[in-house]
């Protein structure tokens, strides 16, 4: 009885031991992305219902992030921030629209120095593999209008993302994902008009990015 009794113990040891013991996804992390965007702003005086072009964002994306993953189970769940460059458009001068035309220069767009602070929530899969949806807040650094005119300024813009992906374990410390994202930052204040009134660009824009981190 008493061995037995022992034997119990040793066992339930090793069964906590393992409970406890982090997963392969219990890790902080850094790592570099790049991929493709697609979306439209419209630019003009949304708030009068003045409409100019349309500025379409179907360019390149870049950034870094850092986080923190935790697992309980298959559950994986962690947070992170991002820092992103780009993306930008641009329509040729002499281009006219219903009430706003590209007539002093192009019309054009930046979403700059992009920062996003998200929480990500997923699924561990044989251990290697990671699906997870994700969802945070951006803060960005907007420039854009009709050049050479009042309509051309700078300003900052916040607004949530929204994204899915999926994650897989690689060697060396490795992991390689791939993300389809949704990017809000609402009404995009720009210049203003001759008159006083705000010129603006309306629209969103999604990213596909794959990228790598490093687990450490």
Same mark, same amino acid.
């Given at each position: 009885?008493? $061995?037995?009794?022992?034997?119990? @113990?040793?066992?339930?040891?090793? @069964?906590?031991?393992?409970?406890? %013991? !982090?997963? !392969?996804?219990?890790? /902080?992390?850094?790592?570099?992305?790049?991929?493709?965007? &697609?979306?439209?702003? $419209?630019?003009?005086?949304?708030?009068?219902?003045?409409?100019? !072009?349309?500025?379409?964002?179907?360019?390149?994306? +870049?950034?870094?992030?850092?986080? #923190?993953?935790?697992?309980?189970?298959?559950? =994986?769940?962690? =947070? *992170?921030?991002?820092?992103?460059?780009?993306? &930008?458009?641009?329509?040729?001068?002499?281009?006219?629209? !219903?009430?706003? &035309? @590209?007539?002093?220069? *192009? @019309?054009?767009?930046?979403?700059?120095?992009?920062?996003?602070? #998200?929480? #990500?929530?997923? #699924?561990?899969?044989?251990?290697?593999?990671?699906?997870?949806?994700?969802?945070?807040?951006?803060?960005?650094? =907007? %420039?854009?209008?009709?050049?050479? &005119?009042?309509?051309?300024?700078?300003?900052?813009?916040?607004?949530?993302?929204?994204?899915?992906?999926?994650?897989?374990?690689?060697? *060396?410390?490795?992991?390689?994902?791939?993300?389809?994202?949704?990017?809000? /930052?609402? =009404?995009?204040?720009?210049?203003?008009?001759?008159?006083? %009134?705000? +010129? %603006?660009?309306?629209?969103?824009?999604?990213?596909?990015?794959?990228?790598?981190?490093?687990?450490?």
């Amino acid at each position: 009885m008493e $061995q037995k009794h022992l034997h119990d @113990c040793s066992a339930a040891a090793k @069964c906590d031991w393992h409970a406890s %013991d !982090p997963g !392969p996804w219990d890790n /902080f992390y850094m790592g570099i992305s790049g991929g493709t965007t &697609s979306g439209s702003y $419209q630019l003009g005086v949304s708030e009068l219902d003045e409409v100019g !072009p349309d500025v379409a964002l179907d360019g390149a994306l +870049f950034g870094l992030r850092a986080g #923190r993953n935790t697992s309980r189970g298959d559950t =994986v769940f962690g =947070v *992170e921030i991002e820092g992103f460059y780009g993306p &930008s458009g641009t329509i040729d001068q002499g281009t006219a629209a !219903p009430d706003w &035309s @590209c007539t002093t220069g *192009e @019309c054009n767009l930046t979403i700059e120095n992009m920062i996003v602070a #998200r929480g #990500r929530l997923g #699924r561990s899969f044989w251990g290697t593999t990671l699906v997870y949806g994700a969802a945070g807040i951006g803060v960005a650094t =907007v %420039d854009g209008g009709i050049e050479n &005119s009042s309509q051309q300024a700078t300003s900052t813009a916040v607004g949530p993302n929204f994204g899915i992906g999926v994650e897989r374990i690689l060697p *060396e410390g490795l992991t390689g994902f791939v993300e389809l994202t949704a990017y809000d /930052f609402g =009404v995009l204040k720009l210049g203003e008009t001759d008159s006083g %009134d705000q +010129f %603006d660009a309306v629209g969103d824009f999604k990213a596909l990015r794959v990228g790598v981190n490093l687990r450490f």
